[in-house]
C-alpha cells in the first residue's frame, strides 16, 4: 500500500526543514533532507502555511543568523532583515486603499440640471495667468462680474488660473511673477469663494498643479479646487444634464495631437480614438481661442481650445502679435440634443437677450 503525504503541519518538518525551505528550491529541500521522506507537493503546502502565519520572516532570519555564527567563533545578536513580498504586497494594497478615500479629484461627474426647462451657458475659461506681469486683470475682473451677474451662466475652469512661475529655469521667466506664489495661492482661493457657486467643473493645469508637484511633491492649486468644486486630475469626462438632454464633456488642460494648423484637431482626435460617446472636447494651454464641430457615428460633436488673458513678451516673440482674449461659449438646450457655440461669452449672452426680448 503505497505511503500517504505527509500533511503541512506534520512534525517531519523541524524549524531547520522550515528555515532551510524557506531560502532553498522545494528540489533542494526535498533532497537535502532523505530521512524525512518530504514530497514536491508537500513543501510547496508547508511554504505556502509558513507565509501565510507571518512566520517565513522569523525562520529566515534565524537561518541566517545561524549560517553567521557557524562561520565565526563568535556570536553576536546582529540584526537581520527580515523582507516578505506577500506582507509588502498586502500593505501596498492597503495603502491603496486608505489613498482611494481620501481622493479628492475623480474621473468622472455628473452635473444635474434636469429641473430646469431653459438653456443654460457654459464658459470654459482658462490660461488666466492670474499672478504674472502681463495679465490683463481689467478684463479678468470683467468676465467674473459677468460670470456672477449673469443668470444661467456657468464656468468650466480648464487650467492655468494661477501664472506660478517656479521652475527656475530663467531668470526673466521667474522675474515674470507680479505677486509671490503664496500670494497667487491665496487669490485663488479667495476668488473661489466668490464664484465656486458657478463652478461646474476644473482640471490639473502644467502652471499651476504640475509645476507645485515637481516641486514639492503636492499641488496647494489642486487641493484648493478638489476640496470645492468637481475637479479632474486628468482627463475628466463629465456629465451635464439640461432639462431632458445629457451632454457629455471630455475635459482636460491640453489633449495630446496638437496641431498647428488646426487648434481642435487633439480634442477630435480624442473622441474619435478614446471617447466616442462624447458630446463635447474642451482644452486649454495652447492661448490659441478656437471651435468647430464635426459630424462623428451620425452625431454631431464639438471642440473648443479657449483663449487667454495673457499678453507677454513669450507670446508676441513665438506665436503672435495678437492678444488672444476670447473663450468660445457653449449653449445647451433642455429639449433638443443641441450644442450651440459661439465665438466668444459676449455674442452668446447678446443672443440669449436678443430671444429674451422677442419672447417679451
Given at each position: 500500500?503505497?505511503?500517504?503525504?505527509?500533511?503541512?503541519?506534520?512534525?517531519?518538518?523541524?524549524?531547520?526543514?522550515?528555515?532551510?525551505?524557506?531560502?532553498?528550491?522545494?528540489?533542494?529541500?526535498?533532497?537535502?533532507?532523505?530521512?524525512?521522506?518530504?514530497?514536491?507537493?508537500?513543501?510547496?503546502?508547508?511554504?505556502?502555511?509558513?507565509?501565510?502565519?507571518?512566520?517565513?520572516?522569523?525562520?529566515?532570519?534565524?537561518?541566517?543568523?545561524?549560517?553567521?555564527?557557524?562561520?565565526?567563533?563568535?556570536a553576536d545578536d546582529k540584526n537581520i532583515a527580515?523582507?516578505?513580498?506577500?506582507?509588502?504586497?498586502?500593505?501596498?494594497?492597503?495603502?491603496?486603499?486608505?489613498?482611494?478615500?481620501?481622493?479628492?479629484?475623480?474621473?468622472?461627474?455628473?452635473?444635474?440640471?434636469?429641473?430646469?426647462?431653459?438653456?443654460?451657458?457654459?464658459?470654459?475659461?482658462?490660461?488666466?495667468?492670474?499672478?504674472?506681469?502681463?495679465?490683463?486683470?481689467?478684463?479678468?475682473?470683467?468676465?467674473?462680474?459677468?460670470?456672477?451677474?449673469?443668470?444661467?451662466?456657468?464656468?468650466?475652469?480648464?487650467?492655468?488660473?494661477?501664472?506660478?512661475?517656479?521652475?527656475?529655469?530663467?531668470?526673466?521667466?521667474?522675474?515674470?511673477?507680479?505677486?509671490?506664489?503664496?500670494?497667487?495661492?491665496?487669490?485663488?482661493?479667495?476668488?473661489?469663494?466668490?464664484?465656486?457657486?458657478?463652478?461646474?467643473?476644473?482640471?490639473?493645469?502644467?502652471?499651476?498643479?504640475?509645476?507645485?508637484?515637481?516641486?514639492?511633491?503636492?499641488?496647494?492649486?489642486?487641493?484648493?479646487?478638489?476640496?470645492?468644486?468637481?475637479?479632474?486630475?486628468?482627463?475628466?469626462?463629465?456629465?451635464?444634464?439640461?432639462?431632458?438632454?445629457?451632454?457629455?464633456?471630455?475635459?482636460?488642460?491640453?489633449?495630446?495631437?496638437?496641431?498647428?494648423?488646426?487648434?481642435?484637431?487633439?480634442?477630435?482626435?480624442?473622441?474619435?480614438?478614446?471617447?466616442?460617446?462624447?458630446?463635447?472636447?474642451?482644452?486649454?494651454?495652447?492661448?490659441?481661442?478656437?471651435?468647430?464641430?464635426?459630424?462623428?457615428?451620425?452625431?454631431?460633436?464639438?471642440?473648443?481650445?479657449?483663449?487667454?488673458?495673457?499678453?507677454?513678451?513669450?507670446?508676441?516673440?513665438?506665436?503672435?502679435?495678437?492678444?488672444?482674449?476670447?473663450?468660445?461659449?457653449?449653449?445647451?438646450?433642455?429639449?433638443?440634443?443641441?450644442?450651440?457655440?459661439?465665438?466668444?461669452?459676449?455674442?452668446?449672452?447678446?443672443?440669449?437677450?436678443?430671444?429674451?426680448?422677442?419672447?417679451?
Amino acid at each position: 500500500m503505497e505511503e500517504s503525504e505527509p500533511s503541512p503541519t506534520s512534525k517531519r518538518y523541524t524549524p531547520e526543514i522550515d528555515a532551510y525551505l524557506l531560502t532553498h528550491t522545494l528540489n533542494e529541500t526535498v533532497a537535502a533532507f532523505p530521512d524525512h521522506r518530504l514530497t514536491y507537493c508537500g513543501c510547496h503546502r508547508r511554504r505556502k502555511t509558513l507565509k501565510k502565519q507571518g512566520k517565513a520572516m522569523d525562520l529566515v532570519a534565524a537561518a541566517k543568523q545561524a549560517e553567521r555564527h557557524a562561520a565565526r567563533e563568535f556570536a553576536d545578536d546582529k540584526n537581520i532583515a527580515k523582507v516578505n513580498w506577500r506582507r509588502a504586497n498586502d500593505l501596498a494594497q492597503q495603502m491603496q486603499a486608505l489613498h482611494e478615500d481620501t481622493r479628492a479629484s475623480q474621473d468622472t461627474a455628473t452635473i444635474d440640471f434636469s429641473r430646469l426647462d431653459r438653456p443654460i451657458v457654459v464658459l470654459p475659461w482658462s490660461d488666466q495667468h492670474w499672478g504674472d506681469w502681463a495679465t490683463d486683470y481689467e478684463t479678468f475682473a470683467r468676465i467674473t462680474d459677468e460670470i456672477l451677474e449673469t443668470p444661467d451662466l456657468y464656468v468650466a475652469l480648464v487650467g492655468d488660473i494661477a501664472q506660478m512661475a517656479i521652475k527656475l529655469r530663467r531668470v526673466a521667466e521667474v522675474a515674470s511673477n507680479l505677486f509671490t506664489p503664496t500670494q497667487q495661492v491665496e487669490f485663488l482661493e479667495d476668488w473661489l469663494n466668490e464664484i465656486e457657486h458657478k463652478v461646474l467643473f476644473a482640471t490639473w493645469c502644467n502652471h499651476g498643479v504640475e509645476r507645485e508637484e515637481a516641486g514639492t511633491g503636492i499641488s496647494a492649486i489642486a487641493r484648493i479646487l478638489k476640496d470645492r468644486v468637481v475637479y479632474h486630475n486628468g482627463i475628466g469626462h463629465p456629465d451635464v444634464i439640461v432639462g431632458q438632454q445629457t451632454y457629455r464633456f471630455a475635459v482636460t488642460h491640453r489633449f495630446r495631437f496638437y496641431s498647428s494648423l488646426n487648434p481642435t484637431h487633439g480634442c477630435h482626435r480624442y473622441i474619435e480614438r478614446q471617447a466616442p460617446s462624447r458630446d463635447v472636447a474642451i482644452m486649454g494651454d495652447i492661448h490659441t481661442p478656437a471651435s468647430d464641430q464635426r459630424w462623428l457615428e451620425g452625431r454631431l460633436r464639438t471642440g473648443v481650445v479657449t483663449g487667454s488673458i495673457q499678453y507677454n513678451t513669450y507670446g508676441r516673440r513665438h506665436f503672435s502679435l495678437h492678444r488672444t482674449d476670447k473663450f468660445p461659449t457653449l449653449l445647451l438646450d433642455p429639449e433638443e440634443h443641441e450644442v450651440s457655440v459661439f465665438p466668444n461669452l459676449s455674442q452668446c449672452t447678446r443672443v440669449l437677450r436678443w430671444g429674451a426680448l422677442r419672447n417679451h
